[in-house]
C-alpha cells in the first residue's frame, strides 16, 4: 500500500483518487497524472512512511484474529455487548469484519488501477440482481471456515447468520443477474471493469400468496446498515432536467449551443466492493442515489413557500426510490427516463472526470474506456457523452460522434415487441430539451449516409430511421444504441441470429455484418455451484484434485470418466438427495406441504410469463391429475411420484400471469389434498422467489422447465444454473437451451415442441385457419371449466386467450401433445436411476461453456479490447 498523508480539509475516501501530488505533502483528490505517481512516494517523508506501514490494518488470518474483530464491532460499531448481540447483531459485527477486509483489497486494486492506468470496461446496467453478499465474499476470501468457527465460539451458528441478510434485489430477473454474474467474472479474471447502477431504496417487491393470488409487499431493503456499501458523499454529481437550449455564436463565429435553465439533483455514489474468487482484485460496484441538490431555494424561501420549497427538494429523492417490476415489458413512465438519464449522466460525468485526470487527448478515448449498454435502457449514454463533448469539451461534431462509437457496445435482450422501448418525442424533449437536439442531429447524418448508399431507397429510410413518424412520434432507442455503438451483441446463438434476421434486418444491411455478433451469457460458478451446493463443488473437488474447476469451469470435463461408475452414482444421487431435503424443509416451512424427496422434483422457478409458458406446465399437472383419478389403484403404483414446484413473480399490473399464479395454486389445494393421491403427486408455488431462494432451489432439481414458445426466450440463465447441479432440462429448441444440448449432448435432455422458424406459420393459421384445440388440453380445459379449481370465471381470459378462437399466441395448443410425451420420456428416465446419474454427470463434465468467465472473455476480446491488469506479486 503506498503512503501518503492528507490535510484535514481533503477526506480522502475515493481512494482511486488519492495520490495527488501538491507541493509540501498536501492533497486532494484531483488532478494527478500516472507519470507523476512516481514521485510521490519520494515525497512523502520516510518517517510518514513507516509509520504508515507500522498500523497498517491488520487482515484477521485466524479464528482467533477475527474474534478480536467480531467483539469489537458488536462493542463499538455496533454499540453492543455481550448481553444484547442477538443473532442479527452477530451477523451485522461478522460482516463488518468481513467488509473491512474486503476494502483493504479493494484500496490496493483501485490503486494499482490508478498506476497502471489500463483501459477500463464500465457495465451499464439499470439493474445488478446481488442477492446476498456475505457468503459470497467469505468463499472469495477464503475465510468462510475461520469465520464459521470464530462465530460458533460465541454459540452463533454461521448458516444463521447468512440468513439475516437481505437479498439486494436491485433487479427483476435474468438481464439483473446476468449483470450480478459479469462483475464477479470481471473481479475474478482481474479485468479492471466497474459496474454502474441505481440504489434503489425499494427492490423488486416481496411476493405473498394470499388466498393463491399474488399480493405485492414493498422490499425495504435497508432498513439496517448496510455493510456491503461505502458511501461517497464527497463524490456528489448535479444532474439537470427540464430547462432549454440556446443557440450563440462564439469570437470565432462558431455557432453553439448549451442547455441550461433546468432543475438540478444530486447523484451520490454508494460503493459495493466486488470481489474475486482466488484473487486479491476487488472491483466495484458504484450505484447511485439520488438527493436534493444542496443549493436551497431562497427565492421561494423568502416568499413564504418554504413547505412547497423543501417539497419540491424531496421530489429528487423519489428519483431513486424504487425498481420498476416490469420484466421484458416497456412502460413509458416519465419517471422511468428520468431514472435513466440521471444514472447514465452521473456515471459518464464520472467516468469522462477520471479519463480527463490522465491528461490524454480525447482521441486517446476509447483507447482507455469501454462502455456497455446493458439493453436499451442507458441508451441515453450515448446521446450524453456527445453531449459533454460537443457542448462542454468544444469538440468536432464528426471528432466527437467518432469517440462516441467506438466506445459503446450495446447487448439486445428480447426480440419481444411490448419489450422495445420507445420514448415519445415531447416527453424527452420537455425532460432533456438538449438531447432531443442531438437526438435529431445523429438521426439526420446517419439518414443522410442511408440515402448516399441506398439512393431512392425512401421506404428503407423510414423503417430505419430513430424517430417513429406514428402519432404521437417515438424515439427508438434500440436503433439508437445500434447507430451509436460499435458492436451489437444478443446473448445465445439463436437470438444473436433471429435479431439480425427480424427486428435490425435492416441495420444488418447498412453496417458491416460483423457490427453484429454474439456472446452467449454465462452464470458464476462461484455462487451457482460453490456457494449454492457445497456438497457437490466438494465431492467434485475431490475427484478433480482440488478447487481449480471454480477458475476454469472446462476442468469438469474430468467428471466424465465417472459418468459410469455405480459407487460415484451413489454418492452424487445421495447429495442430490440431500439437497432435496433441505428445498422440502423450505417447502414445509413456507406452505406447510410435505413432499417426499423420493419424488421426482420437477420445477419451474423464474419470472412469470406467457412467453415462458407456466400456463402449459400447469395445464399438464393437471392433466397428470386426471389421469392419476382416472387410473386404478394397481395402475396408479405404476406412475412416477412427483412433486411440480412452480416459483417466480409477476408484474404487478398483468393481469394473465396474475391468474396463472392463482390456477396454480388453486391446483395444489386440490391435489394436494386428494388422500388418494397422496404422495403420487404435489404442486407448490414457493412465494417470493429470489436470488437466495433459488441457491436452495436450484441444487435440489431433478427436472427443470425451460418451455418458453421457440424464439422468444433470448438466451435463459437458469437453464445453465440447474444443469451445473446436476438437474436435467425439459426444454424448447430455445435460446441457451440449444447451446446446452450441443455440449452436454441431445440424449441427456428432453427437447420437445415446434422450432422457432415454424412460429409465423402456425401464428398465421390460427389467425386465418380452423384449429382445434388440442383434444388433451380441451379436457384439461372442460375440468378447469367445471369449477374444480374455483369460480372458473377466474380463469376465462386465460383459457380464452388460447382455446375458443383465442388466437393462441404463444404455441400452447401446438406444443401440447409433443410436451406430454417429453414428460412420459422423463418418468422413463428416471425410473432408471443408474442411467439418470449417468445422464446427470455428464451433463454436469460438459457444462464448462456456461461459465460467465468465458462470457466476459469473449466480450473482454472482441467487443472491449481489454486486457487483465495482473497481480502485484
Ligand atoms: C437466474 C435467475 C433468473 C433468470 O431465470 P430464467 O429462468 O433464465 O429466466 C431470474 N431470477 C432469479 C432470482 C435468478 O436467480
Not at 434485489?169 to 479492471?192: E, K, Q
Not at 432543475?263 to 442515489?289: H, I, K, M
Not at 424517430?467 to 424515439?475: A, G, K, L, Y
Amino acid at each position: 500500500m503506498s503512503l501518503f498523508n492528507f490535510g484535514p480539509t481533503s477526506p480522502l475516501t475515493d481512494s482511486e483518487e488519492q495520490f495527488t501530488p501538491r507541493p509540501r505533502h498536501k492533497r486532494t483528490f484531483t488532478g494527478f497524472t500516472p507519470r507523476e505517481l512516481k514521485s510521490i512516494d519520494a515525497v512523502i517523508p520516510l518517517e510518514h512512511r513507516n509509520l504508515w506501514k507500522k498500523y497498517a490494518i491488520g487482515e484477521f488470518q485466524t479464528k482467533e484474529e477475527f474474534q478480536g474483530e467480531f467483539v469489537r464491532h458488536v462493542e463499538t460499531t455496533l454499540a453492543r455487548s455481550l448481553y444484547n448481540c442477538d443473532e442479527l447483531a452477530a451477523y451485522q459485527a461478522a460482516s463488518q469484519a468481513i467488509r473491512d477486509r474486503l476494502i483493504v483489497a479493494w484500496n490496493k486494486t483501485q490503486q494499482k488501477h490508478t498506476l497502471r492506468d489500463p483501459k477500463r470496461i464500465y457495465y451499464l446496467s439499470l439493474e445488478f440482481l446481488m442477492g446476498r453478499a456475505m457468503d459470497n465474499a467469505m468463499l472469495n476470501l477464503n475465510v468462510k471456515q475461520l469465520t464459521g468457527d470464530g462465530v460458533s465460539g460465541f454459540g452463533f451458528r454461521l448458516e444463521d447468520l447468512i440468513e439475516k441478510e437481505p437479498d439486494a434485489a436491485l433487479g427483476n430477473g435474468g438481464l439483473g443477474r446476468l449483470a450480478a454474474c459479469f462483475i464477479d467474472s470481471l473481479s475474478t479474471l482481474n479485468y479492471p471493469g466497474w459496474g454502474y447502477g441505481l440504489r434503489y431504496q425499494y427492490g423488486i417487491f416481496k411476493q405473498k400468496i394470499i388466498d393463491g393470488y399474488q399480493v405485492e409487499q414493498p422490499d425495504y431493503w435497508l432498513t439496517f446498515d448496510n455493510a456491503w456499501e461505502i458511501p461517497r458523499t464527497e463524490i456528489a454529481i448535479d444532474v439537470m432536467f427540464y430547462g432549454y437550449t440556446r443557440k450563440f455564436t462564439d469570437d470565432e463565429g462558431k455557432v453553439h449551443r448549451i442547455w441550461e435553465g433546468g432543475d438540478l439533483v444530486q447523484a451520490v455514489p454508494y460503493d459495493f466492493p466486488v470481489p474475486g474468487y482466488g484473487t486479491e482484485n476487488v472491483n466495484n460496484l458504484r450505484l447511485w442515489s439520488s438527493k436534493p441538490n444542496r443549493e436551497f431555494d431562497f427565492a421561494k424561501f423568502n416568499e413564504g413557500a418554504y413547505d412547497q420549497s423543501v417539497a419540491e427538494q424531496q421530489q429528487a429523492e423519489t428519483i431513486s426510490a424504487v425498481l420498476y417490476p416490469n420484466d421484458n415489458f416497456y412502460l413509458g413512465k416519465e419517471l422511468r427516463l428520468k431514472q435513466q438519464y440521471f444514472w447514465v449522466a452521473a456515471s459518464l460525468s464520472d467516468i469522462v472526470r477520471r479519463f480527463k485526470k490522465s491528461r490524454r487527448p480525447w482521441i486517446e478515448f476509447s483507447d482507455q474506456i469501454a462502455i456497455q449498454l446493458n439493453d436499451t435502457h442507458p441508451t441515453l449514454a450515448v446521446v450524453e457523452l456527445q453531449r459533454i463533448l460537443v457542448d462542454r469539451e468544444g469538440l468536432d461534431w464528426d471528432e466527437a460522434w467518432e469517440i462516441v462509437t467506438s466506445t459503446f457496445g450495446y447487448t439486445n435482450h428480447t426480440v419481444l415487441p411490448e419489450a422495445l422501448e420507445k420514448w415519445q418525442v415531447d416527453l424527452i424533449g420537455n425532460l432533456l430539451p438538449r438531447h432531443l437536439e442531438i437526438i435529431y442531429d445523429i438521426n439526420l447524418y446517419f439518414l443522410q449516409d442511408v440515402e448516399k448508399r441506398f439512393p431512392g431507397d425512401h421506404d428503407l429510410l423510414s423503417r430505419v430511421s430513430i424517430i417513429e413518424e406514428s402519432n404521437p412520434r417515438q424515439v427508438r432507442m434500440a436503433y439508437l444504441a445500434i447507430i451509436g455503438s460499435h458492436k451489437v451483441n444478443g446473448v445465445a446463438e439463436l437470438h444473436s441470429e433471429l435479431i439480425k434476421t427480424t427486428i435490425f434486418k435492416d441495420f444488418v444491411k447498412i453496417y458491416n455484418e460483423d457490427k453484429f455478433t454474439n456472446v452467449t451469457n454465462g452464470i458464476t460458478p462461484r455462487r451457482w455451484l460453490h456457494q449454492a451446493n457445497p456438497k457437490l463443488s466438494k465431492l467434485i473437488a475431490e475427484k478433480l484434485g482440488g478447487y481449480d474447476f471454480l477458475n476454469n469451469l472446462g476442468l469438469l470435463k474430468g467428471l466424465e470418466k465417472y459418468a459410469n461408475d455405480k459407487t460415484f452414482h451413489k454418492e452424487w444421487l445421495e447429495i442430490k438427495r440431500a439437497n432435496k431435503a433441505r428445498l422440502a424443509a423450505l417447502i414445509k416451512s413456507q406452505s406447510g406441504v410435505e413432499v417426499d424427496t423420493n419424488a421426482l422434483f420437477d420445477i419451474q422457478v423464474k419470472r412469470i410469463h406467457e412467453y415462458k409458458r407456466q400456463q402449459m406446465n400447469i395445464f399438464s399437472v393437471i392433466y397428470r391429475y386426471l389421469q392419476l383419478k382416472a387410473a386404478s389403484p394397481e395402475e396408479r403404483k405404476k406412475f412416477q411420484k412427483r412433486v411440480s414446484i412452480f416459483g417466480g413473480k409477476s408484474a404487478p399490473g398483468y393481469y394473465m400471469a396474475k391468474t396463472i399464479i392463482k390456477l396454480i395454486n388453486a391446483v395444489g389445494a386440490v391435489v394436494n389434498n386428494d388422500a388418494e393421491i397422496g404422495d403420487l403427486l404435489k404442486v407448490v408455488f414457493i412465494e417470493d422467489y429470489n436470488v437466495s431462494k433459488a441457491e436452495i432451489i436450484t441444487p435440489a432439481s431433478d427436472i427443470s422447465h425451460h418451455i418458453s414458445t421457440a424464439g422468444t426466450e433470448a438466451s435463459g440463465t437458469s437453464n445453465m444454473k440447474f444443469v451445473l447441479n446436476g438437474g436435467l432440462i425439459i426444454g424448447t429448441v430455445d435460446g441457451a437451451n440449444i447451446e446446452i444440448t450441443r455440449e452436454i449432448g441431445e440424449n441427456n435432455i428432453f427437447l420437445f415442441g415446434h422450432l422457432a422458424e415454424d412460429v409465423e406459420d402456425l401464428r398465421h393459421s390460427h389467425r386465418f385457419g380452423h384449429t382445434e384445440l388440442n383434444p388433451d388440453l380441451q379436457k384439461v380445459f372442460d375440468v378447469i371449466e367445471s369449477g374444480l379449481f374455483g369460480d372458473a370465471n377466474i380463469y376465462s381470459n386465460l383459457l380464452n386467450s388460447i382455446g375458443n378462437h383465442g388466437s393462441d399466441y404463444y404455441l400452447v395448443s401446438d406444443d401440447f401433445a409433443s410436451f406430454l410425451n417429453a414428460q412420459q420420456q422423463v418418468d422413463k428416465a428416471y425410473a432408471d436411476q443408474d442411467a439418470w446419474a449417468q445422464k446427470s454427470i455428464t451433463a454436469v463434465a460438459n457444462m464448462g461453456f456456461f461459465s460467465s468467465d468465458r462470457a466476459i472473455n469473449e466480450y473482454a476480446e472482441n467487443i472491449w479490447q481489454i486486457e487483465p491488469v495482473p497481480l502485484d506479486n
